[in-house]
């Protein structure tokens, strides 16, 4: 890590720039998880098919994707304060235009314009985070940066259904705008304002590359696990991509400053943690998805109870606050990631078994340890993420890290997708079963497993 400036050495300690952050990332991942329920509602007052509203999710990945390179360069050229700022900025007026859109095409721009504000605020907080923070103080400060990722895809669903409900899905945006206005004050008042710093020249044709490549590969699994398209086209996408992906490594290695350094994936810690952190996050980042499917689908719960019981998971994830930093003092990254993946495995497996005679105060119990395990595992994974990445590096790596945790996400969801629908397609069915979704609950739990032993060659 870099040297802090003296003005915050008295300030290591106070939690207030990563609680800051951090609630800028929750916002955002908030929002995008509460659109999804709010899609039948839109597509009702648009006079649209239901079926075209997945454009609403797609271009905001889309967008996500194709930004998402560019955040880590943003964030060392400009100053990392003013960037994030622009991105708050920047996602209070795609808000704006969302909940004032009047077509389709008008709410789709929109989305693509938050995605674009969504792709910097991650990787840039990071970066303050990095350089704000001393090594010793990591893993806490880390830990509130996971903790949007966790409870934000809880929550989601169930603002999303009391606004819709209450009010209208036009609030799902509107929301937003005093929320980005009060997190601007705050990062102006408590963020430190770093210098930027000396980088190269942007890499055009390395972000065109990346991009395309991320950009394809999402769309085209998407595509593939939620039959948007027909096979082959999707096919076609994630090919596509996998070209864009090969033309991107073979610039990189001719490149002198390609603008997403692969080379950091020879970093001992970085590298073992981006494999298994990618396994663990194929294997987990489906979950709320199935869940949800599992709970209203398969079991017959409703929207609003089954969003209440999903919620214990989070409460789950904010206790472990509480308990992250001592356990990893006591036991070492290894110990920890290795074992807990293990754990949240488990977790998932339990949550699969979940039936019609299932008394509702055991779920909320399960889904409760379940969020405590999870939330230490991504706690803790990004702390260990940066362990040895260099300062003059940490934008790089932050780009890296997000780059594959925005693919790995989307994988898993789409081919969780596309397992259920292979599934119902063997038996000739169109719908999905409570068996569909306790298996591919288990190949998810054999995943994060699998993941630990990934986390065993990490030093401890």
């Given at each position: 890590m870099t040297a802090q400036p003296a003005a915050?050495?008295?300030?290591?300690?106070?939690?207030?720039?990563?609680?800051?952050?951090?609630?800028?990332?929750?916002?955002?991942?908030?929002?995008?998880?509460?659109?999804?329920t709010a899609l039948p509602s839109m597509a009702a007052d648009f006079g649209e098919p239901g079926l075209r509203m997945n454009l609403v999710v797609s271009l905001y990945m889309l967008a996500l994707a194709l930004c998402v390179p560019l955040s880590g360069w943003a964030a060392e050229r400009f100053r990392p304060r003013q960037v994030m700022l622009l991105a708050m900025g920047l996602f209070t007026v795609a808000s704006l235009a969302c909940a004032l859109a009047?077509?389709?095409?008008?709410?789709?721009?929109?989305?693509?314009?938050q995605g674009a504000a969504g792709a910097l605020m991650t990787p840039v907080g990071q970066v303050i985070i990095l350089r704000w923070s001393s090594r010793e103080q990591l893993l806490q400060a880390m830990s509130w940066l996971a903790l949007p990722a966790l409870v934000g895809p809880l929550l989601g669903p169930l603002l999303g259904g009391l606004l819709v409900t209450a009010l209208s899905w036009h609030w799902i945006f509107l929301i937003n705008l005093p929320i980005c206005l009060l997190g601007c004050v705050l990062i102006l008042k408590h963020v430190p304002d770093f210098p930027p710093r000396a980088v190269p020249p942007l890499d055009g044709r390395g972000l065109l590359l990346s991009g395309g490549a991320l950009a394809l590969l999402v769309l085209g699994l998407e595509s593939l696990g939620l039959g948007q398209l027909p096979r082959m086209w999707a096919l076609a996408l994630i090919g596509g991509g996998v070209a864009c992906a090969l033309g991107y490594l073979l610039h990189a290695q001719r490149h002198p400053?390609?603008?997403?350094?692969?080379?950091?994936?020879?970093?001992?810690?970085?590298?073992?943690?981006?494999?298994?952190?990618?396994?663990?996050?194929?294997?987990?980042?489906?979950?709320?998805?199935?869940?949800?499917?599992?709970?209203?689908?398969?079991?017959?719960?409703?929207p609003m109870a089954a969003g209440w019981l999903v919620v214990s998971g989070g409460v789950g994830a904010m206790l472990?606050?509480?308990?992250?930093?001592?356990?990893?003092?006591?036991?070492?990254?290894?110990?920890?990631?290795?074992?807990?993946?293990?754990?949240?495995?488990?977790?998932?497996?339990?949550?699969?078994w979940f039936d019609r005679d299932t008394a509702i105060w055991l779920m909320a119990l399960v889904l409760f340890v379940a969020g405590?395990?999870?939330?230490?595992?991504?706690?803790?994974?990004g702390a260990a993420s940066y362990?040895?990445?260099?300062?003059?590096?940490?934008?790089?790596?932050?780009?890296?890290?997000?780059?594959?945790?925005?693919?790995?996400?989307?994988?898993?969801?789409?081919?969780?997708?596309?397992?259920?629908?292979?599934?119902?397609?063997?038996?000739?069915?169109?719908?999905?079963?409570?068996?569909?979704?306790?298996?591919?609950?288990?190949?998810?739990?054999?995943?994060?497993?699998?993941s630990g032993m990934v986390f065993r060659r990490l030093a401890n």
């Open positions: 915050l050495v008295g300030h290591l300690q106070s939690p207030k720039v990563p609680v800051i952050i951090g609630a800028a990332l929750f916002m955002e991942l908030l929002d995008s998880t509460a659109v999804m009047e077509s389709l095409w008008q709410l789709c721009l929109g989305r693509m314009l400053n390609p603008l997403v350094d692969l080379s950091l994936l020879r970093l001992r810690s970085f590298g073992v943690t981006q494999a298994g952190g990618g396994l663990f996050r194929l294997g987990s980042a489906a979950q709320p998805f199935l869940l949800v499917l599992l709970l209203q689908n398969c079991l017959g719960m409703s472990m606050k509480l308990l992250a930093v001592p356990l990893v003092r006591r036991y070492g990254y290894r110990q920890v990631l290795s074992c807990n993946a293990v754990l949240s495995g488990a977790g998932i497996a339990l949550c699969a405590l395990v999870r939330s230490l595992q991504f706690s803790t994974l362990q040895d990445v260099p300062g003059e590096r940490s934008a790089a790596a932050t780009s890296l890290a997000s780059m594959s945790g925005q693919l790995t996400m989307a994988m898993s969801v789409s081919l969780a997708g596309l397992m259920l629908g292979v599934l119902a397609g063997v038996d000739g069915r169109t719908e999905t079963s409570v068996a569909d979704v306790t298996t591919v609950m288990l190949v998810c739990a054999g995943l994060c497993g699998v």
